[in-house]
Structures are given as C-alpha cells and as structure tokens.
C-alpha cells in the first residue's frame, strides 16, 4: 500500500461547499479568477454530459494539440452508444468536442454487428483517428471459439459511430497458415503505428510454440513475429510484411522474439520512444544475431535492414562491416545494446552498451552511444531504403578517460537532439568543472546519481544534479542534498513509466520529480518539481507555495508529483495524450500535491496546482486549479500542449447543470465560458412590452451540451435509482479494475474492453 507521501494522484472530486462563488466564474468568463483560487485567466467548463447513463465519466485517454478534444471512459451507456455494451460495467470509449456554445459527446466503441470482440486500441494525435484489432464474427462466443482470423479496423471519429465507418486497415483479413497452425487461434497484440495509422504493427503472441500459427510463410517456426499492416496510403500497394528480415529476406534467429525498441532491460528502463517513426518507413527493433546477443536493426521502408549498433569505421576496436552486411560480423560475440529512443524521423538513434565501438571508447562499463542514419555522401537526397548508418557518437564519453558507467537515459528529444541520462562518471571538461565552481553551482562527483544532457548541436554534455539514491545518498556519494529516507530517484531511468517529461520539439525542457535538494529555496525533505531549461541552463522549482504560502511548499509531510508518461509505445503513449503536465513552450506545468500550497487547500486531500512563468520573472508563480476545498482528491490532470486547457476529472458541481454528484471531466480553460443561448422572442401585450423594472440576475452559462436519455438507454426514473454514493462505488471499482487490467497488459490502458489475452511480454532472455 502506498503512503500518502510517495502515492500517486489518482483520486476524485467532491462537491464544491461554495457552488455559488465558482458558477459566478464559470459565467463571467470575461472577469479574472478570484486570487488564491483558480489560476489567473481560467474559467471552468464542464467537458462530460450532465446525463450519463447513471454513472460518471473518467479515466482521461487523449487530449488534442489546441484542447478542442478530449478522450475519456465511462461505465454508461449515453450519447448514441449502442445498448449493451456496459452490460458488464466495463468502460466504454467517448470523445467530447467543444462547440460555440458548448461540449458534445459521441461514443468510440465499435457497434455490436461490426465486431462483437472489439477493442479499441490506440488513437490518433488529433483525437480524429481511432484503431481496433478486432475479431469479426456473428457473435462474442463464436469470436472467442472460433477466433482463426482478426482484423485492424479504424474509424474517422468525425463521421458517426456506425459499421458503414469503420475501416479494415489495408482490407486484409488476418489469417494463420493453417498448415502450419497445431491451433487455428490467432490472437494479435498490437504494438504501435505511424501518427496517420499507415503503417500498423501488430505482434503474433499465438505464433508456433505457443498454440497458434504464422501469418506468412516467411514467419514459419519464428517466435512471436512482428509484422506491418500497409494501409496503402499516398499510393503505396496494402499488404502484410514480416519486419525482422535481413537483406536476402530471411528471418533473423528463430529462437528469440523479436522486440519493437527496448522491451526488457536488466539495469534500466523500457522504451519504445520513436521505436517506429512518425512517417511509418524506419523500424527499429532488436534481435538475436545468429541466435546469441542482441543487438538492434532499423527495418527502412519494409524493403532494407541497417544493424544499428555496430562498430563504423576500421579504427573501431571491432572489425567494421559493410553498409548492406546483416547481421554484421562479430555482433554475436559482441556486448548486447539496449534501445533507448530514436528522433521521430528516424534520422537519430540512441543505444546503451557496454561494448567498445569506436577507438576513443576505451572503458569497459555502459556507455550511451548516438548513430545518425542518413543518405551517403555519394547519394545526397537516396530515398528511404538508400539511407545507411552516417555517424556514430560516444555520448557519454569521459574527457579523462574514466568510466561513465551510464546507468539510464530519462527522456530524449523528439526531433533527437537532445538527450537526458544519468551515469556515474564525471563527464564535464576541467573547463566546464572551473565555470561551474566560479558561480558557485554544484558538479557532478565520481560514483554519484548524475543527471547530464548533450546537446547534438554542439556536441557538448551538461551537468543538471545530483538525484537520491537514499537518505544523504547518492549512488555512492554522500550527499547532504538527498535529506529523504522514504524514496528514491531512480525510478526516472529504471522504471517503464516516470515522472519526467519534455517539452519543445527539441526537448529544451525537462520536467522531473526529485528528491534532491537542487535550488536553494528547495529545504524539505519531500520529492519536489523541476523544471530544467537546457537552453538557458536554468533549472527552476515548479512546487511553491502560492505567493509563499506554506513556507513556499518546503513543508516536508507530502510530495509533488506528476503524472506517469511512458517511453513511447502506441500512438497515445507517443504523445502523450494522456499524461502532458507541461506546455510545449514550457512556460505552464500543471503538478498534484496533497501538501495545502494555497491558503484555499484546506481540505487536506491531493490538489492539482499551476506553475507559470511570465516573461521577465524567476521563480514562476503557482495558484490552485483545483478548489481546495472538494471531499475526495483531484485525478487524471492533464494540460493541453498549448497550455490554454488543464483538464481533471471531479464529482464537484463546478456549473450549476452538475447536480448527480458522479464523477465528471472539466476543462479550466484559459479565457473559456459560454454565452448563453439567445431565447426565443415572446410575443407581449401592455405593461408586459415595458421590461422588468430592476435588473435581472445573470444566467448561468452551461459548461457543456446536455445528453437525453435516448431509446437504447436506461430510463430516467432507473438512473435516478443510483444515489450519488453508489456512482463513485461502482466507478472507483471501474478503475480498479482498469488498473489491475492494466498491469496484466504491459501496464497499456486501453481505450474500451479488455481483451481475454495477458498481453505481458516476456522477460526472460538476455
């Protein structure tokens, strides 16, 4: 059970004591918050209908680049769903779009007679997009006995949720060999596509082995092949490719699984950051060379394979291979390399590895390298198959020659030109060492938890802090600045889902959570936010009190958190349409914290709070999204990249039409509120034409467009059954059930049913 100082925020809303105060905001979207309240500027919305099938919304999925959509899950059944799909309480897939005069809902979830085992998988970075691997068939039992073919299906969410709109991706049907198969079963793990859903990957976890069969010849007595679906967009012919090929089009080792990006790492994280580029035509992925280590290829345009991590020039202390040699010759008695990410077009990729693969590499522990892929001076502007490994860079190279003993990388860059790791080497010049000392800013020690970036521009690693390994520890270094004995650091390079994140295309900013001590206006002993500007070399304390209250957030009895982003992965994971807690210019960052750091907290339950630089200022200013003063604790805060919208689900009535007590999703949007819908003209006789005498009250503007109950719903008078109480019973056993499912399928939430497969990959291999 986790403690209220390391617990993550994953809690709900109560209602609001002073409704009045807040609907007066919500109205007069011209006037500021009040202070201490609601950030400067920002005004409630509410995203979710009022009428909800007798049940909440939550469970943010996916919110778009301006905030003009938002993704999210409830257990009922509203807003057009076909009837039925909640018989069971699972959550079912919406989207709200915002409108002139308010939000609208349309449900996500494949109807019924398209496919009656349907999940809906991933979704696209404008929320216009969503992906299923589904089972066609007449009925869910016959798709569960039957289940010998599966299909991708995508749906354009602008035209209605109905069969004639949802596509079969390429128009394959997705069948075993059945000559091959000891069982026709076939069960398809998705794994990710490009950002246009052209080019889809998908994983035969029932391959020959574990009761199933190949999709192609090619793939016979392969384990667990990963293959692309061709939609055949921009011209391009559909098909079924197998992706670990070498270039003869054999398969590579059939004695291991073949893995998109990083999958199993003993020392550090996972990660599939960019494992698939955005255009779909550059695939990295890591196999068996000649059956023994791994090491990792890029599969270029289904046509070309490049081994990645090898040594590139006769000086290496390897033999060199040729551009077209796969695998390259000695790769099976090398060191194996780990996948850490790649630039989103594919152009930068970077690996761990203990091996020695240029000259100037003359240390024995894990360095972090960087390998350009690109057209040959011989062939400027060569076509995506022509592209070859360019240039290999030692990013964690010693100046004088010591051990850099990298031991995770935390975030890198998605367009690759920066990169966030940590080693225990001093990596700085005695130059870089002088000019840290003569300002008096701490540097990096031998042994200790440092926290670099290169910078691919100038070539050039700079050292941000040390992190905590424990109590006025870290790694081995005494550090007076890690006061904390109740947690540790290295979940940020260790574990597959962390507290850090970028901003900027170029990943100017860093976002992380800490324990360390790194600004001297940070005294407590709690995990705290930062915010590291690589340009300006500026490293900033996001989780202040506001105005300084609360001894400006150094009371050490709670941390500051923010939410848990993965490495990459589907689309939705890629982007982080779910856990962005940063705009892209860096200038807003939205945290959670059950520590009051407003004088409106007082009710002593986890808060989302807003961090905002303006121009000119150094430390940023803090207010209270949230109000402070809900019964149950705020969740799923997530910021738009532009930064106008912070959205969080609540069961406060925070617009006078949310009155059910369930959970719903609102948007705090900066310059948001509706006008009121114009009435209708009346027609009027006498006195009655003169007008009221006295100014009327002000009518209240609703936060988002009302749903009535339709055929296929549940009767106003049965909804109304379910007290408020119950609501948040049943949804809060709805997450945790999510949550559990969650952890069963890679830690991947899914956008509609769970699907009946553990979907975990394996660990056990080198």
Known sequence: MRSAKSAHAHGRFGRLAGLVAVAVVVVLACFTAPALALSEGRVYEMVSPPYKGGFGASLIEGVAPEGEAVAYYSPGVFAGAPGGLSGNLDQVPYLARRGPSGWSTVPLMQPDALAPWANTDDISPTLGTVLAVVKPSSNFASADVEGAVDQVDLHDTNTPDVSANWEVAGGLSLRTLPEQAFDLRLDLRYEGASGDFCHIFVNNAASVGNGGGPLLEQAVGTVAPVYEVNRGCDGEPSGLHLVALDNAGHPFSKSCEIELGETFNPIAAQSEFNAIADDGKAVFFRACAEGKTRQIFVRLNAAKTLEVSKPLSPGSPSEACGAEEIPCKGSAQREPSYFAGASEDGSEVFFTTTASLLAGDRDTGSDLYMATIGCPLAAPGCDVAGRQVTSLTQVSHDPSGGEAAVQGVVRIAPDGSRAYFVAHGDLLTVAAQEALESEQHAVPHVGAENLYVYDGGSGEVAFIGELCSGAELSGTVGDVQCPSASGEDGSLWKEEQ????????????????????????????????????????????????????????????????????????????????????????????????????????????????????????????????????????????????????????????????DTDGAPDVYDARLGGGFRP?????????????????????????????????????????????????????????????????????????????????????????R
């Open 498 to 657: 962390i507290e850090a994140q970028t901003a900027g295309t170029d990943g100017r900013y860093l976002l992380f959570s800490t324990y360390a001590q790194l600004s001297p206006n940070d005294t407590d002993a709690a995990r705290d936010i930062y915010r590291y500007d690589a340009q300006a070399g500026v490293l900033n304390r996001v989780s202040l009190g506001e105005a300084g209250y609360d001894a400006n957030g150094n009371n050490s009895e709670f941390d500051a958190t923010i939410r848990r982003s993965h490495a990459g992965g589907t689309v939705e994971y890629q982007d982080r349409l779910n856990s962005r807690e940063i705009s892209e210019d860096g200038s807003r960052v939205i945290f959670e914290s059950q520590e009051p750091l407003s004088p409106s907290a007082t009710n002593h339950l986890e808060n989302a709070y807003e961090w905002y630089l303006r121009p000119g200022e150094g430390e940023g200013e803090v207010s209270l999204i949230s109000t402070g003063s809900a019964a149950e604790p705020v969740e799923d805060a997530v910021i738009s990249p532009s930064g106008r919208d912070v959205f969080f689900v609540t069961t406060q009535g925070l617009v006078p039409q």
């Open 677 to 765: 819908a114009p009435s209708a003209p009346q027609p009027c006789a006498g006195d009655a034409c003169q007008g009221p005498l006295t100014n009327p009250a002000p009518l209240l503007v609703p936060g988002s467009v009302s749903q009535e109950p339709g055929e296929n719903l549940p009767a106003p008078g049965e909804a109304a059954t379910t007290t408020p109480k119950q609501k948040r019973k049943v949804t809060k056993q709805k997450r945790v059930r999510a949550r559990k499912r969650s952890k069963h399928t890679g830690g991947k939430h899914k956008l509609g049913h769970a699907r009946s497969v553990n979907t975990t990959k394996r660990r056990g291999r």
